[in-house]
């Protein structure tokens, strides 16, 4: 069996030691779906929910959900992110989004798009479920990753 880079000797759970590691320009995207009525997609297509812009406010806060990553998934490293992106497509039945966090340094940024795409599509969610509460998040997953000692790797097909 291999070891476990989070187990520390004794069995008990640590952050992985990274100042060995040489710095490289590193970059993560990842994706998600929330599904929803044509009417809420209308409505948000109009900028005409209650709430407001539902677009900007969700991207304002996947950025600020990978800036915070660290705070909210135990023993990941804080990181000094240089981009992170939230971009999003109108689908026939909802919303995609699509993340990128990129930075150089000693550790990848998987975790800061996946969050990043996590949080965009919650802020949808909650700016929206006055018009439906059934809208279905899904198929949040890490589409690419480059740098670093592992190399690139990019995910299959789309499940969409």
């Known amino acids: 069996m291999s070891k476990l880079t989070h187990i520390d000797g004794k069995g008990a759970a640590h952050m992985v030691d990274i100042s060995a590691k040489d710095n490289t320009v590193r970059e993560a995207k990842a994706e998600g779906f ?47 992110l240089s981009k992170v992106a939230v971009d999003f497509d109108f689908q026939s039945s909802g919303l995609r989004v699509e993340t990128m966090a990129r930075l150089t340094g000693k550790t990848g940024v998987e975790m800061e798009a996946l ?33 670093g000692k592992s190399g690139d790797w990019t995910a299959a097909e789309s499940p969409a």
């Open 34 to 80: 929330i599904d929803m009525s044509q009417d809420v997609l209308e409505a948000i297509k109009a900028n005409s929910l209650k709430k407001g812009d539902v677009l900007a406010t969700a991207r304002i806060a996947g950025i600020m959900a990978a800036k915070k990553t660290s705070d909210m998934i135990p023993l990941c490293h804080p990181l000094a």
């Open 115 to 147: 969050t990043a795409a996590s949080i965009a599509l919650l802020t949808v969610y909650d700016m929206a479920k006055a018009m439906q509460k059934d809208m279905v998040i899904r198929d949040i997953r890490l589409l690419s990753k480059t740098g």
